[in-house]
């Protein structure tokens, strides 16, 4: 998420990224985030969210939990990968550019090591992600 304000010089707009998850910051207002962090809220925000949960985007996902309890195997595996990646691309292709993913599935829990490139600010980054499903 994100909001326009006007900068004082006349610059024209200057980008102000909201915190995620959304909350109110110790000033009583709401928390902001740097653009870098703004973008790991993206790939969390994708990685986490099942097609179909968003009214307004319901391809916006990539169904990684919805296979959390599937049998572990390499076909798995697999598949996890290709759709993260499929993911990615699709949702934040211009937004960053991934160097290496990475795709595990534990019990109840999957992990997602994900290594890439913010592209507006050429800012690397190496960042895991974690979900499961309370058992």
Do not use: K
């Not at 985007?57 to 697999?78: Q, T």
Request: proline content about 4%; charged content about 25%; hydrophobic content about 40%.
């Amino acid at each position: 998420m994100s909001t326009a304000q006007r900068s004082g010089n006349g610059a024209g707009p200057a980008r102000t990224d909201l915190a995620f998850p959304f909350r109110i910051d110790s000033r009583g207002r709401t928390a902001e985030a740097a653009y870098d962090d703004h973008v790991r809220d993206l790939v969390e925000q994708l990685l986490f969210t099942s097609p179909g949960e968003r009214v307004m985007h319901p391809d916006f996902g990539c169904g990684l939990l919805d296979l959390v309890f599937a049998p572990n195997s390499p076909e798995l595996a697999a598949t996890l990968q290709l759709s993260v990646q499929a993911a990615l691309q699709r949702w934040l292709g211009d937004v960053i550019e991934v160097a290496s993913l990475d795709v595990e599935s534990e019990d109840n829990v999957v992990r997602v090591e994900l290594a890439y490139v913010v592209l507006r600010t050429g800012t690397r980054r190496q960042d895991v992600f974690e979900g499961g499903v309370a058992a």
